[in-house]
């Protein structure tokens, strides 16, 4: 059975701007964070899918399973600097990350 | 329309939802129920391990991780409620629209993508894979949950008497 | 051999974390300084094949991880080990607290093995593992103290690595998708055949590379990171860790057959010019000393890339020269900068004025240093940019080569401006009673500046030892 990467290339596209829109369309640091979640989501199917299609699962697997630790470890790390900013700034709006400007 | 297409639509209207939702809460449960449509469409895929450490690590653990810094960075309900939420429409009707139009336009396209040829040998199973072949990568998660860890020492250390 | 790298700073981490508390940090120190001073001696000898452990095969093989060193790895080796030892001297001057000492030691050696893996592994995937090792320890360094701009910098810098991971992942996706492999190799092949997509997988790969290494239009995060950390962060970041990341995989790219290819060089040089030029515009207008710093970076990065765009050998000889006297002069600069702010409190330029009289190691080991970098004989950094101009030149692209030496001009503006403006002139009231930073601050700082200009004045006698030695 033929794989359908077209297919799997369409959605991978249409998650991957619904990150895109989400991370530049908001004011909020944890939106942010959400959308460039949205965006590693996205890369994880891609890359499952692509194993499918060239039949390599295993090494596919292999790379997503790392990747999820990654992420998960970034993303933790995130949090903790949005943290950071809300005690300072007591405000999760982006527009204080302006401030380094020149 | 396939089964798999059916999930891959699902997951996409989940992501719609986390991104385009009102509340921050309803965000993070909209990435966990994001998390479940990949996990689906992932073990359908035949990525049986994948699915389910995907699964419990970011359907649960970030999860926990967005609730818990969504609750302590909470203020009281704003007053402009309306407003944000009158702005946040405007700002987000246009991701709909332009997912249905690229949806629709990639579908009706098809680039020459061939993918590899199968593979000779048959492939080994996952979990040998991973232990025997790719024990660098193993080594280079562990010491990022090390950084984790000295990240979580540094960053959620209440301030003392914090650096100025 | 190589797995000692990866292990050795590993097994150090785990034993440090386990020491009391009384004598972690001692404990730390000597420990980080043994060991980043073994990297940079270990680079040295490696190219001479003075480093052979044939006992510890049976090691090596109950692991066989695929890894190897080359020329270009002890490149990599060398700076770490250098910008390592400097950044621990500025960590121990102006890091007040224990806790926050300690916890730099054991970053610094996560890094490190990070950008030993970096120098040393095969294919792709594992590259991009080590460069999320050594981006994810970086992260939190910059963090420590929790200073009055760290959370920004830190914040900026998170949010276009996870840009740069997506870019690289699907490259990787798309890679596996071609080819079913993912080695560099593999995508050599598959770029050669005609009628194939594997650019696009290659391109999206170098624009997480570039996000890595600061280059424009990916170079937002830099400034920040770099001024928003504490000063020995700061040192250990322009010194080494943004070029390993970064760079370094694209000089193995530019070694590879692919370098030839006029689609990757066009790339290469478009990408190295725009950076040269507008880091170098950015650093022009800059009030803060660090910041002005980190668009020098930017700059020089761009002038690494655009030697790697040359494709010939020399070309490679001559980025690898560059990407090492770089090293070396911007982590004496930012030790500078550290030394100066450990004395005045302030990183603001046009609040400084004179400082040469009241600082004068500082001042003597930044004028031998900004000399360097803006390429001016006889320092190093005036012999690794004429080799980047002469191997542009002679590779046909003539145009890129008029374009380095107008930037080098840029270049020197910016950081004459600096020197007026910090160094000369009359010294303001509130600075008079102003003495030398200790010498925690200003022996790397005066070492490393011996060593550009060592170098320099012995550059025609080391070429040809490189040439030869195959780099």
């Keep these: 059975m033929p794989v359908p990467i077209w297919l799997y290339i369409t959605f991978f596209v249409l998650i991957v701007i619904d990150g895109l829109y989400c991370v530049l369309a908001t004011y909020n640091l944890l939106r942010i964070l959400i959308g460039l979640e949205i965006l590693i989501k996205a890369v994880s199917f891609f890359i499952i899918a692509c194993g499918a299609a060239a039949g390599r699962l295993a090494l596919a697997q292999s790379i997503v399973i790392t990747v999820i630790v990654i992420e998960v470890v970034v993303v933790v790390i995130g949090a903790g600097a949005i943290l950071g900013f809300f005690r300072r700034y007591d405000s999760m709006s982006v527009r204080n990350t302006r401030e380094m400007k020149g | 329309m396939s089964v798999m297409t059916i999930l891959l639509i699902l997951l996409v209207l989940a992501s719609l939802w986390t991104a385009t939702t009102f509340l921050l809460l309803r965000a993070a449960i909209g990435l966990a129920l994001t998390s479940v449509m990949l996990a689906i469409i992932m073990y359908d895929l035949g990525a049986g391990l994948a699915a389910v450490i995907e699964l419990s690590v970011c359907a649960g653990l970030i999860s926990v991780v967005f609730v818990s810094v969504i609750s302590l960075t909470q203020r009281k309900p704003f007053s402009d409620y309306f407003e944000r939420r009158a702005s946040r429409l405007r700002r987000f009707w246009p991701l709909p629209v332009i997912l249905f139009v690229v949806g629709i336009g990639l579908s009706l396209v098809s680039a020459p993508v061939t993918p590899a040829a199968a593979p000779a040998t048959p492939q080994p199973d996952v979990r040998t894979f991973l232990w025997s072949t790719r024990q660098l990568d193993l080594f280079g998660q562990i010491l990022i949950l090390l950084s984790g860890v000295f990240g979580v020492l540094v960053l959620f250390k209440r301030n003392e008497k914090g650096g100025e | ?471």
């Excluded at chain 3, 020995?232 to 030839?260: D, E, F, H, N, W």
């Excluded at chain 3, 070492?447 to 012995?458: D, E, K, Q, S």
Aim: charged fraction near 10%.
């Design chain 3, 1 to 471: 051999m190589t797995i000692l790298l990866l292990f050795v700073p590993f097994a150090a981490l785990l034993i440090l974390n386990l020491l009391p508390r009384s004598v972690r940090l001692t404990a730390a120190v000597a420990a980080g300084a043994v060991l980043l001073t073994a990297e940079a001696v270990v680079a040295i000898l490696l190219p001479f094949g003075l480093v052979d452990l044939a006992g510890l095969t049976p090691l090596t093989n109950a692991l066989p991880f695929p890894l190897t060193v080359d020329a270009l790895s002890s490149l990599v080796f060398l700076c770490a080990g250098l910008a390592g030892l400097t950044a621990l001297s500025v960590c121990r001057s102006t890091m007040k607290s224990d806790r926050d000492g300690f916890i730099f030691v054991n970053l610094l050696l996560i890094a490190l093995i990070g950008m030993n893996g970096i120098a040393m592994v095969r294919d792709l995937f594992s590259l991009y593992v080590f460069i999320e090792v050594t981006a994810t320890s970086t992260f939190i360094l910059i963090a420590i103290g929790r200073g009055r701009d760290a959370f920004e910098g830190l914040w900026k810098y998170l949010i276009l690595s996870f840009m740069a991971t997506v870019f690289m992942l699907t490259g990787v996706a798309l890679l596996l998708l071609f080819t079913g492999d993912i080695t560099l190799e593999a995508a050599a092949t598959a770029f050669g055949q005609p009628g194939s997509l594997a650019w696009v997988a290659l391109l999206l790969y170098f624009c997480g590379l570039f996000v890595k290494a600061g280059l424009v239009p990916f170079h937002g995060w830099l400034a920040d990171a770099y001024t928003g950390a504490p000063a020995a962060v700061s040192t250990y970041m322009a010194g080494v860790v943004t070029k390993a990341s970064g760079i370094l995989a694209l000089m193995r790219v530019a070694q590879s057959p692919l370098g030839s290819s006029p689609m990757i060089r066009e790339l290469l040089l478009i990408v190295g010019t725009v950076s040269a030029v507008a880091g170098a515009f950015l650093a022009l207008n800059q009030r803060n000393m660090k910041r002005m710093l980190a668009y020098s970076s930017v700059s020089q990065m761009g002038y690494i890339v655009l030697a790697l765009g040359a494709g010939s050998r020399l070309a490679i000889v001559a980025a690898a020269l560059h990407f090492f006297v770089h090293s070396i002069s911007k982590a004496q600069l930012f030790t500078n900068a550290a030394a100066i702010e450990d004395r005045l409190g302030t990183m603001d330029m046009d609040q400084m004025g004179g400082l040469a009289a009241r600082m004068p190691l500082t001042g003597a080991s930044a004028a031998a240093a900004t000399l360097s970098v803006a390429g001016l004989p006889p320092l190093a950094g005036f012999w690794t940019k004429l080799l980047i101009v002469l191997a542009l030149w002679r590779s046909g692209a003539q145009v890129w080569a008029v374009i380095a030496i107008l930037t080098s001009v840029l270049t020197l503006a910016y950081f004459l401006s600096l020197q007026r403006r910090v160094f000369f002139g009359t010294v303001a009231d509130t600075w008079r009673a102003v003495k030398e930073a200790g010498p925690g601050l200003t022996i790397p700082a005066v070492a490393l500046a011996v060593i550009t200009i060592g170098v320099g004045l012995g550059f025609p006698f080391l070429l040809p030892l490189i040439l030869g030695g195959g780099s």
